[in-house]
Nanobody
Framework: QVQLVESGGGLVQAGESLRLSCAAS????????MGWYRQAPGKQRELVAT???????NYADSVKGRFTISRDNAKITVALQMNSLKPEDTAVYYC?????????WGQGTQVTVSS
């Protein structure tokens, strides 16, 4: 099993920045893709950014140029640097890890951007 613990959410004003972090523990030696998803009230969970073990990155169009995902394979952590935040970025952000076809999720961290 994989446990994921997120940190770094909060309340900021539009244009400000936040950094989310996620640490994995448990049976983690075979984790491939890690990433971040978000879910706003009344909406489906959506992909924000993912990064594979060999560094291939994918971003949602809505965050390209503003968000940066990074990963430490030695510590099995993934981070999301969010700049130029907008009110529409308000959501619960979830850390995700994929291992052997199984998806694991963190508990989520709230990000609120006021206008």
């Amino acid at each position: 099993q994989v446990q994921l613990v997120e940190s770094g959410g909060g309340l900021v004003q539009a244009g400000e920045s936040l950094r989310l972090s996620c640490a994995a523990s448990g049976i983690i030696f075979a984790i491939n893709t890690m990433g971040w998803y978000r879910q706003a009230p009344g909406k489906q969970r959506e992909l924000v950014a993912t990064i594979t073990r060999d560094g291939r990155i994918n971003y949602a169009d809505s965050v390209k140029g503003r968000f940066t995902i990074s990963r430490d394979n030695a510590k099995i952590t993934v981070a999301l640097q969010m700049n130029s935040l907008k009110p529409e970025d308000t959501a619960v952000y979830y850390c995700n890890a994929n291992m052997r076809g199984m998806n694991y999720w963190g508990q989520g961290t709230q990000v609120t951007v006021s206008s």
